[in-house]
Nanobody, 120 residues
């Protein structure tokens, strides 16, 4: 079983910054893609940013230039630095990881979510 534990959410004023972290633990062979998703009240969950095991990244258009995703493979952790935050970034942010288990089967795991609130 794999656990993803997120941290770093909170309340910040518009224009401010936050850094989210998500650490993976458990018994598995490797971690493939890792990413951050968010869900605002009354809206569907959307992809914010992803990073492959090789470091290739992908971003939601509205966060390009403001958010930066990175990972530390040795620490099994993915980060997202969020700068110039806007009120519309307010949401619950979820970490997701594609994990290959010891039998080389691929599974997706989600974190419990962390609240990010941006005030005007």
């Amino acid at each position: 079983q794999v656990q993803l534990v997120e941290s770093g959410g909170g309340l910040v004023q518009a224009g401010g910054s936050l850094r989210l972290s998500c650490a993976a633990s458990g018994n598995f062979f490797s971690i493939n893609d890792m990413g951050w998703y968010r869900q605002a009240p009354g809206k569907q969950r959307e992809l914010v940013a992803t990073v492959t095991s090789g470091g290739s990244t992908n971003y939601l258009d509205s966060v390009k230039g403001r958010f930066t995703i990175s990972r530390d493979n040795a620490k099994k952790t993915v980060y997202m630095q969020m700068n110039s935050l806007k009120c519309e970034d307010t949401a619950i942010y979820y970490c997701k990881a594609k994990v290959r288990d010891v039998s080389f089967r691929l599974y997706e795991y989600w974190g419990q979510g962390t609240q990010v609130t941006v005030s005007s």
